[in-house]
Structure formats: C-alpha cells, structure tokens
C-alpha cells in the first residue's frame, strides 16, 4: 500500500507562488502515473495536473493556463507541484494521488491512492 503526504501549502498574496510537495513511501513509486486535484469549499474535485511514471507526459486542467508545473524525482519518492501567478480562485486543498499505471491519468477515478491534501489560500 502506498502512503502519500503533502506539504508546501499555505497562504500567499495573488500574483504569489507556492511549490507543493508530495512525498511517496510504501510502494514502487516509479510504477506509479501521479497526479495532483483540488477541491474548493462547495465545489467538485478538480484535476489539476498528472505526470506519467517516467516524467514525460504531463497533463494540465484547462484552468491552469501555464502557471502550473508538475514533476517528478523518482530518485527520491516525491511529486511537486510548482503554483506560480497564484489567484483567489486557486484557494483549495490540494491532493496528490498515485495510479497504478504506465500511461496517462487523468480521471480521479483511476487513481488509486491519495494523500490527505494541503490548504491553499490566496488572498487577493
């Protein structure tokens, strides 16, 4: 079973950056499609950005418009998140979620393990 657990949120002014880590143990993290999702208070999950199990294809939600990048240290277990021009709309947990596959992934529903999200607010 693979443990998953963020780290890096917080709380920063709009136009700000936040790097989100999510440290892997537990599993063979470099079998493992990763993926980051939020969710707003009232609102639905929503993706964020998934990377595969070698680091070459990444996959971005619509929203993240360039200001988003994921990557991956299969060396050390960890997944980040790098947030920069960060805005109100932004504010959110943030999860990091595992998949057991070598393709991309990008439905929540395929993934199959998930950490415990970090807060993120911006504030304008």
């Known amino acids: 079973q693979v443990q998953l657990v963020e780290s890096g949120g917080g709380s920063v002014q709009a136009g700000g950056s936040l790097r989100l880590s999510c440290a892997a143990s537990g599993g063979t993290f470099s079998r493992l499609a990763m993926g980051w999702f939020r969710q707003a208070p009232g609102k639905d999950r929503e993706f964020v950005a998934s990377i595969t199990w070698g680091g070459m294809t990444r996959r971005y939600g619509g929203f993240v418009k360039g200001r988003f990048t994921i990557s991956r240290d299969n060396a050390k277990n960890m997944v980040y998140l790098q947030m920069d021009s960060l805005q109100p709309e932004d504010t959110a947990v943030y999860y990091c979620?595992?998949?057991?596959?070598?393709?991309?992934?990008?439905?929540?529903?395929?993934?199959?393990?998930w950490g415990q999200g970090t807060q993120v607010t911006v504030s304008s």
């Open positions: 979620a595992g998949a057991r596959s070598y393709g991309v992934v990008v439905a929540g529903s395929e993934f199959n393990f």
